[in-house]
């Protein structure tokens, strides 16, 4: 796929003088950083109104087809069939922004003694293939395996990146979003799931074995790509950027902007 990739977007048109909402829909995973960066931008300029929702990627990248926002979050790249999409209804490819970097973490209880997974235990576990602790090193006990809805952007990228667009295991508790699936793992000594590295709060994350390393999802490992399962996060948008949505966007991708994403705990995209 090829995209027009731009730093800036905006879609809105003033009405009557004053300026409609930027309305930004999707990622789940995204939903608190982008919150984030609302609240501050908005602080900085209270003329301007940021709206924004989660409800999934592929929820985001649908209302983006629809009309119904401006700009779509996502932690996965659109589609192919998504791109197509747009293209027959507003005669463009579509916009990419990378706004962020993140790892994709998987979390245990933290009275689980593991400290790491290979990528290939990891698939096995999520194809239920490997259903007992002992299996990987772990106690006597059922793997109680938790992921997320196949809205989710970061269920698309577990599907794609880690299990090679294989199903994932009928037993698979599926949750709503990340931080219901890290309530879960908290409260389950026996649980696994995964999700991004921001949200690893009260659980443990596993490093990944590469090797004879055990690698974590850090910033550095992101940003060299070390970590086998580190992503970009994204804003998409239909149109020419402009006005409100363009000063958010360039707001996002400025240094205090992505001091911010350091701070809700991805990692910054330069």
């Known amino acids: 796929m090829s995209f027009i990739r731009i730093a800036v977007l905006a879609l809105l048109v003033p009405l009557s003088g004053v300026a409609a909402p930027v309305t930004v829909k999707g990622s789940d995973t995204m939903v608190i950083l982008v919150q984030r960066w609302a609240e501050d931008f908005m602080k900085k300029n209270p003329g301007t109104k940021i709206q924004v929702t989660g409800g999934g990627s592929g929820t985001g990248i649908s209302a983006l087809l629809n009309g119904t926002t401006d700009i779509a979050s996502s932690s996965r790249a659109i589609k192919e069939a998504e791109q197509e999409k747009l293209r027959g209804r507003y005669n463009t490819p579509g916009h990419e922004i990378a706004v962020a970097k993140d790892g994709v973490a998987f979390y245990v209880n933290e009275k689980n003694p593991l400290s790491s997974l290979t990528m290939n235990q990891l698939k096995q576990i999520y194809l239920g293939d490997i259903t007992n602790w002992k299996d ?12 997320r809805e196949n ?3 970061t269920y698309v990228f577990v599907k794609d990146h880690l299990l090679n667009g294989d199903d994932f295991a009928a037993s698979a508790q599926t949750l709503p979003g990340t931080a219901a699936v890290v309530n879960a793992v908290a409260k389950e ?8 590295a921001a949200y690893g709060k009260g659980i443990r994350e596993l490093k990944v074995k590469v090797g004879d390393d055990e690698v974590a999802p850090s910033l550095e490992n992101v940003k060299s ?3 086998p399962l580190a992503r970009d996060l994204y804003f998409y948008l239909r149109g020419k950027p ?6 958010f966007i360039d707001f996002c991708l400025s240094e205090p902007g992505q001091k911010i994403v350091s701070h809700v ?4 995209i330069r």
Not at 140 to 145: E, L, P, R, S
Not at 190 to 196: M, T
Not at 265 to 268: A, D, I, L, R, V
């Open 265 to 268: 705990g991805y990692f910054p």
């Open 189 to 196: 000594k026996f649980g696994i799931g995964y999700g991004g």
């Open 225 to 227: 790509g070390k970590y």
């Open 136 to 147: 990987v090193g772990g106690p006597d006990a059922k793997i109680i395996v938790y992921s």
């Open 151 to 153: 809205s989710s952007g």
């Open 242 to 247: 402009a006005d409100e949505a363009k000063g």
